[in-house]
């Protein structure tokens, strides 16, 4: 790996708690008020809607014990990039990056800011185009406060991301201890008969809660500036599970309570419905303030992450060189995040006259997502094989039980998805293909 000229390193800056927040901050975002009455509508009662949620937290404590394997094994400011390159070479390592770069990461920030807008102007209308002028705003005022350093950026995300737990913790308490109405029986969790292992959908209403977990994965392109790997990234990924499991169960149990799951699974504004119950008719604001704080901790978060992967792309190939520069001073990528931030800056303009076209874009990458995650799984036990790795690095407890629980659970994911997402994983496919041509011409750059 070679240092480029006057560009400085990745310095350790990043704690438990602040790796942590990154997690917390990435995961726990706007699908906890959208896909729960979805998960509701393919579940057979409310015992397996809440084993669901459950089954969600133990996959990815499956996946977060590997990660934590190969991200105190080899730390790298690439994180996945960095596992995929070493494993498999380099053209699967630039691959990842370029999906991250052009499609998932990007796109990610753009639709997170576009949800933030359309809450923003419940507040202060500012037009037609009001939710792209905040959703714009957004992008510009994370993607400069990231550029002004990363300790800068840190701090706000540490106390968007402890905002919102206390937030949600408070509304869901609040939730389970308010009397439901006299048409709902409260809440039962006693399962009838078989129901809890035949009925439901099971493959459909795993695709939404796993999305609803995703994220935690991001936690890897920390590990080139977290101080002391080993026991940090570790602690942020098992304890980050935990209590993102815990947040997701109280607040499931809480909508179950307030609403029944028959109004849950008609429910197309559940976080509303859910706050109006509890704290009358101000619960719009309330939930409408817990939108917009948990969209600026995702997107934050989302732009911490995804700068660090074409920071390491633009690192490893001279054809990105311009983004593998890492600004000693402020201790941040500055071209990898202002290269961001106009690809998103890009697709919030797109957005502004077709918003559909972003949410298909972002949505439909499902298949491409777990393909990759299927991918840095299996690299585990190609660099176990190897026996690559500093040696006193982390090992996954009961190998190789949890890799192979996580291999089968993304598989299957993997094929949910194609399955489901139709059109949408040919599009997400041909993004990927579309850096073909430049995955030769970064080849012949090298050369």
Known sequence: MTKLPGSGVPRPTFTTFS???????????IGIFRLPPIVASNSAGELQFILFWVAGGF??????????????????????????????????????????????QTGSVALIAFILGDYATVILDLGPYSSSIYAAATVIMLTGLNILGTLHSRRVQN????????????????GLMHQPADSISGLSLSGKNMEVFSG???????????????GWSEAAYLTGELHNVKRS?????????????????????TYLHVLGLETLRESSTVGYDLTELIFGPGGSLVVVIIVIVSALSTANATIITGARTNYAIGRDFKLFRFMGRWNHLRNSPTNALLFQGAI??????????????????????????????LLVTISLFVFRKRKEGQPDSYRVPLYPLPPVLFIIACTYMLYSSLVFTGTGAIIGASILVAGVPFWFLAKRRQK
């Open 59 to 104: 996959i990815s404590l499956m996946g977060a014990l590997c990660y934590a394997e190969l991200s105190s094994s080899m730390p790298d400011t690439g994180g996945e990039y960095h596992f995929l390159r070493k494993a498999f070479g380099p053209a699967t390592g630039f691959f990842l990056s370029w999906g991250r770069m052009t499609v998932i």
């Open 344 to 373: 998103a800056l890009v697709l919030v303009g797109a957005g502004a006259w077709s918003q559909q076209a972003i949410s298909t874009m972002v949505d439909y990458t499902a298949p491409v997502f777990w393909f990759f995650i």
């Open 233 to 253: 990234i570790v602690r942020a990924l098992v304890l980050g599970i935990f209590i993102i499991t815990g947040i997701y169960v109280v607040v499931n149990l």
């Open 200 to 214: 439901g959908a099971p493959g459909l209403a795993m695709i939404f809660v796993l999305l609803t977990y995703g």
């Open 19 to 29: 790796s942590m927040a990154v997690v917390i901050g990435i995961v726990v975002g």
């Open 159 to 174: 106390i968007l991301a402890a905002t919102i737990v206390v937030t949600l913790v408070i509304t869901a308490f609040s």
